[in-house]
Nanobody
Framework: QVQLVESGGGLVQAGDSLRLSCAASGRPLGNYAVGWFRQAPGKEREFVGGITVNGISTYRDSVKGRFTVSRDNAKNTGYLQMNSLKPEDTAVYYC????????????????WGQGTQVTVSS
């Protein structure tokens, strides 16, 4: 079992930055692919970005060049650095973990954090 806890969300203005953290316990996070997802009110949960166990990252098109996924296995923590935030980035952000390959569909992930709210004002 892996327990995940996100932190770092908040209310910011458009153009600002935030860094979300995903602290893992129970198992070494380095053994898992980590995905970041978000869900806005009335919308489906969507893939934002993810990172493989080997450190290869991928992103949805709308955040490429603005968001960066990383991991620090020594700290058992994953990160989502979000720059140049836009109002359309407003959502609850979740980190998730799975064995094997990184996937972009949420139902492939077994372990989930509780989510952290990110609100971007215009």
């Amino acid at each position: 079992q892996v327990q995940l806890v996100e932190s770092g969300g908040g209310l910011v203005q458009a153009g600002d930055s935030l860094r979300l953290s995903c602290a893992a316990s129970g198992r070494p996070l380095g053994n898992y692919a980590v995905g970041w997802f978000r869900q806005a009110p009335g919308k489906e949960r969507e893939f934002v970005g993810g990172i493989t166990v080997n450190g290869i990252s991928t992103y949805r098109d709308s955040v490429k060049g603005r968001f960066t996924v990383s991991r620090d296995n020594a700290k058992n923590t994953g990160y989502l650095q979000m720059n140049s935030l836009k109002p359309e980035d407003t959502a609850v952000y979740y980190c998730a973990a799975k064995f094997g390959l990184m996937e972009t569909t949420s139902n492939e992930y077994r372990y989930w954090g509780q989510g952290t709210q990110v609100t971007v004002s215009s």
